[in-house]
């Protein structure tokens, strides 16, 4: 099974994702775990491009093909072959992403962002996409680190990324889930696991 955790930054995924692994394997399931970008030699490369080398300008339409191509490394080097293996996979975002920070948000086409998405991916997409909710000031509040490329655009731009991923979780993957990010660790942790394994279940 493929899943993907993704929302606002500051929503508190990579916590989650901690707890989801941590759940999963206490069930016996082999896990792996990737970011998008990144993961990869390419990916970590194209990442430190996109979040923190500002001496680099980027045209929206650049920056959305380096994120593409950051994904379609991760799809071919760690992805397949960890769901070819038996594994569960867990990725901190994936294309939907991409397609409301750079579409939603950054004004390009979001039929096209799909489809150059699906290019790149192979047409893999997950099984189960997971989104946490939660207002953009709340969550710039809960960012203790510098701030990167993208998180200096604003909240007003954060408010079109909230938006967007409320307006696209559905073409995300047939089966997704929006928790309200504002609750605690525990109660979010809890709703994330049983959705997940109610889906497990019933493959």
């Known amino acids: 099974m493929f899943i993907s955790l993704d929302g606002i930054d500051g929503a508190g995924k990579s916590t989650q994702i901690d707890l989801l692994r941590a759940h999963l394997e206490s069930k016996g399931q082999t896990v792996a775990c990737f970011r998008d970008p990144g993961s990869t030699k390419l990916g970590e490369a194209i990442r430190e491009i996109l979040l923190h080398r500002e001496d680099i300008p980027l045209a929206g339409t650049a920056e959305m093909l380096l994120y593409m191509a950051a994904r379609a490394q991760l799809v071919a080097d760690q992805i397949r072959p960890a769901l070819e293996s038996g594994a569960t996979v867990i990725c901190d ?8 920070y750079q579409g939603v948000a950054g004004g390009l086409n979001v039929d096209e962002l799909w489809s150059v998405g699906r290019c790149a991916t192979g047409g893999l997409s997950p099984d189960l996409t997971v989104v946490l909710d939660l207002e953009p000031e709340a969550a710039a509040g809960r960012i203790q680190r510098g701030a990167d490329r993208l998180e200096k655009r604003g909240i007003e731009y954060f408010k079109k990324v909230r938006r967007g991923f409320l307006e696209q979780v559905q073409r995300a993957s047939s089966k997704n889930l929006v ?6 660790v525990d109660a979010i942790h809890s709703l994330i696991c049983t959705f997940v394994d109610s889906q497990q279940v019933n493959r």
């Open 93 to 100: 975002r994936f294309l939907l992403a991409n397609v409301v």
């Open 179 to 184: 928790v309200d990010a504002s609750g605690s």
